[in-house]
């Protein structure tokens, strides 16, 4: 795809994420941030970053994505003649309305416009708007630079073609792309991860187990697995005669789980309690940074280890 200029606005985790994802696909990336303290800071996060993915492979060593990054003092300055607009502000609906106003008003009228939004529904943000028919949601995984997948989640009233291009554009920069075919709250990574987290608060408030040994059993057993085929793949390959025959044998024992569960409930505060008091107890709070490096560096060694496996039936 022929390089264009990117306009990214709000410079946080997933803003400056996706500033390594567009500059490292060729793209010219502007990045804007209203607290210009918070893009300033982000821009050196990106450049700490950079050589750790070029001495992984992860980059061409030869090139230099950081020298097509530009911090822009306006809005306007970001927005001036980027085909492409990814917004990552607060996660508040209220704020993004606001936010996808300017834009509208702003952007280039061939631009298209996304939202990271982790679940918030184009057609709340944008309703209203002259062009809300170039607007739509990109949601991307954190960092999106290690973990490719993007909920592209269009409104009814998105059109067809700007999904198409932003499918292209986001696949081409080296993005792995899913089109929900609905609105939905949450979208479905959240959906799915959501359902996870609701049994393992309950695990440990029923005291099954502890926070650490849910963890493991994540860890060590079904994201091995979940690293390279999903769900619906899990189960295929988990009974001889595939998925069909998975549920005649285990269908019944799932369904029992959820009528034990009934009806889920917010999680009370001791319960949040007890499990942060557990986490801390394994990391302590000034380890958090630490940690989440560590996470990116076991996160680059997967995506290496994925790039070099074979992939597809039969591999």
């Known amino acids: 795809m022929v390089p264009m200029k990117v306009a990214l606005v709000g410079t946080g985790l997933i803003g400056l994420g ?9 793209h010219q990336v502007a990045l804007y941030d209203a607290d210009s303290d ?16 070029a001495r992984l492979g992860l980059i061409d060593k030869d090139d230099d994505p950081a020298g097509r990054m530009m911090l822009c003092d306006s809005l306007e300055a970001a927005l001036a003649g980027a085909g492409y607009v990814q917004e990552s502000g607060p996660e508040r ?3 993004k309305r606001a936010i996808f106003a300017d834009l509208d008003r702003l952007a280039e009228p061939s631009a298209a416009i996304a939202t990271s939004s982790s679940g918030i529904r184009m057609g709340a943000i944008a309703d209203g708007l002259e062009g809300r028919s170039r607007c739509l949601v990109a949601h991307p995984a954190n960092p999106p630079y290690l973990l490719p997948i993007v909920e592209v989640v269009p409104a009814a009233w998105t059109a067809p073609e700007v999904v198409r291009r932003v499918r292209a554009f986001l696949d081409d920069a080296g993005q792995v792309t899913v089109l929900l075919n609905k609105e939905v709250d949450g979208f479905v990574l959240n959906r799915l991860q959501g359902a996870l987290l609701h049994e393992a608060f309950r695990l440990v ?27 619906f793949e899990t ?8 998925v069909a025959d998975y549920v005649d044998r285990l269908g019944q024992m799932y369904l029992d789980f959820a009528l034990q569960r009934g009806a889920p409930e917010p999680w009370p505060p001791a319960l949040v309690e007890t499990v942060e008091r557990q ?4 990391l302590s709070d000034a380890d958090l940074p630490k940690r989440m490096a560590w996470r990116d560096r076991r996160l680059m060694a997967l995506a290496v280890h994925k790039a070099q496996a074979d992939e597809g039936p039969g591999s």
């Open 279 to 282: 986490r801390r107890a394994l």
């Open 18 to 26: 996706w500033a390594v994802v567009f500059a490292r696909a060729g």
């Open 93 to 95: 609906l209220a704020v």
């Open 38 to 53: 918070q893009a300033e800071s982000a821009l050196r996060r990106i450049r700490e970053i950079l050589p750790e993915l």
């Open 205 to 231: 408030e029923d005291g099954v187990a502890t926070v650490d040994d849910v963890d493991k059993t994540v860890r060590e057993g079904l994201g091995l697995r979940w690293s390279f085929m999903g769900p």
């Open 235 to 242: 189960i295929d390959l988990n009974a001889p005669e595939g």
